[in-house]
């Protein structure tokens, strides 16, 4: 398969962070393409937006109809836009970026490189891990994931249903559901004791913020129609062969619901895997308890050409994405010669003040939403990597038999081998390496992902075409 004619900028991902970069950029006239995962754009906030099968979208919220708009603009911009392609390698190839992309779906999937003077990476967030005892189990999935079939397919859950964990989106799901008609027997709010008077002291940005009014409403409108427990402290899946029950325990007490479907959510992290195997300088953050990419306020990368937008630079939703997306797209049409530097900061004008707005009250809801580090850092036999089926307590004992960081972890027990990259384990493996060593999860790390960091066949590495320095670099001498 022949390489790609070069373009000006390729953005990964087509959520609201990049459809907005993508339009402003096609409109300062810049070559643009975007490569989504998706079948359609607008990422997993708009996921379907422009193809939902449900008779009543509104059930999704007004904030989901705006994902329409912006998907509008970005089809008049004149971007190209490449569906159902996965982005799997990002190389510095002489002053330009050389991409390697899959697209189509299934066995008929095709590789092959693209190259650009710059890279927006918009991959969004991830749903951070929720290891408990039987989170594995058939049963057993994020809210995020339930969310997502409601939003392509239409389908909602059927049995006895339980929602477990913490967080404004587990909240938002169980409202989206209960009003599409699913009965849910409980959630079990894991939100530990203390967080809300920790958060007290951010709460009057937070009562000036689009999301007093909306979150009240919408915990309210849940409350009248699902039992809620409150200070969940441990939280189990029982089942043989799939989820049977729900054990959980507060302070006061411990029940067993019988469960035939569990919705967990903890909240969101920003995924950082494309941009740790580009090279891009990652830190921890404390409040979120993850890793984020080194930004400055444009959205550029510590690498040169590779700007990090949306979620995927830090999490903080999609009116702050999609004026994120714009400031990026503002300072590469700068660097590409399109606009001055005076009319690049006019341009941005309007974006700071979405973002900001956008930002009014995150603290608020950063501090009351932090997980609590029972759910965050197993223990015993729960498993921590599931695509390598490695419990909690190996990586224990690795660590405290001196095993330095991820990257060592993955060499001693194949934790973060996986089809997944690590994108699932690398939180779960920082921590409690961090917890058995007595360091900050600064100081060990993140599991530093490598290409392809996705899965690909090797008929699509095959495939893809191969340079004289390449060859070259393999073949024996005549």
Not at 260 to 281: F, K, R, T
Not at 374 to 386: D, K, Q, S, V
Request: proline share 6%; aromatic share 6%.
């Amino acid at each position: 398969m022949s390489a790609m004619s070069p373009v000006d900028v390729v953005v990964i991902g087509a959520g609201p962070a990049g459809l907005a970069a993508a339009t402003t950029c096609a409109h300062h006239g810049l070559a643009t393409v975007v490569y989504d995962e998706q079948p359609s754009p607008g990422g997993q906030v708009y996921r379907s937006v422009t193809a939902s099968p449900l008779a009543k979208r509104d059930i999704l919220g007004g904030e989901y109809l705006h994902g329409a708009e912006l998907a509008a603009l970005f089809r008049k911009s004149g971007a190209r836009y490449v569906a159902n392609a996965t982005v799997w390698s990002v190389a510095a190839a002489g002053g330009s970026f050389e991409i390697a992309v899959s697209t189509g779906r299934h066995q008929a999937r095709e590789a092959r490189l693209a190259h650009a003077r710059t890279v927006v990476v918009a991959t969004g967030a991830l749903e951070r891990p929720f290891p408990i005892p039987g989170w594995t189990l058939p049963g057993a999935m994020t809210a995020g994931a339930a969310q997502a079939l409601l939003k392509t397919a239409g389908l909602v859950p059927r049995g006895r249903l339980v929602l477990a964990g913490s967080g404004p989106l587990l909240w938002l799901v169980a409202s989206q559901l209960l009003q599409a008609g699913v009965t849910a027997q409980a959630l079990l709010d894991t939100t530990p004791r203390g967080r809300l008077a920790q958060a007290l002291r951010f709460a009057p940005a937070f009562l000036r913020s689009p999301y007093f009014a909306r979150g009240r409403d919408l915990v309210r409108a849940v409350r009248k129609r699902v039992r809620v427990v409150e200070y969940v402290e441990a939280l189990a899946i029982e089942g043989s062969g799939a989820v049977g029950a729900v054990r959980y325990g507060t302070r006061e007490r411990e029940e067993t619901l019988p469960a035939d479907l569990v919705l967990l959510h903890q909240g969101v992290v920003p995924d950082v895997n494309l941009a740790s195997a580009i090279g891009c300088g990652l830190a921890w953050d404390a409040v979120g308890a993850c890793f984020a990419p080194v930004v400055d306020e444009w959205g550029g990368s510590t690498v040169p050409g590779v700007y990090i937008t949306g979620d995927s630079a830090g999490v903080a939703g999609a009116t702050a994405a999609e004026a994120r997306g714009r400031l990026a797209a503002l300072a590469i049409a700068n660097a590409h010669g399109r606009i001055d530097g005076s009319a690049r900061d006019r341009g941005a004008e309007g974006p700071r003040r979405a973002l900001a707005h956008a930002l009014r009250g995150r603290r608020f809801l950063d501090a009351l939403y932090r997980p609590g580090d029972a759910f965050r850092i197993p223990e015993g036999a729960t498993l921590a990597c599931r695509c390598e089926e490695i419990a909690s307590a190996t990586i224990a004992r690795v660590a405290r038999e001196g095993c330095a960081g991820p990257n060592q972890m993955k060499t001693y027990t194949r934790c973060g081998m996986g089809p997944c990259q690590g994108r699932y384990c690398g939180l779960t493996v920082t921590e409690i390496i961090a917890r058995e060593t007595g360091r900050s999860p600064a100081s060990v790390g993140w599991l530093r992902a490598r290409f392809p960091v996705k899965p690909v066949s090797l008929g699509e590495i095959a495939a893809l075409p191969v340079s004289a320095a390449a060859r070259a670099a393999v073949e024996r001498p005549e």
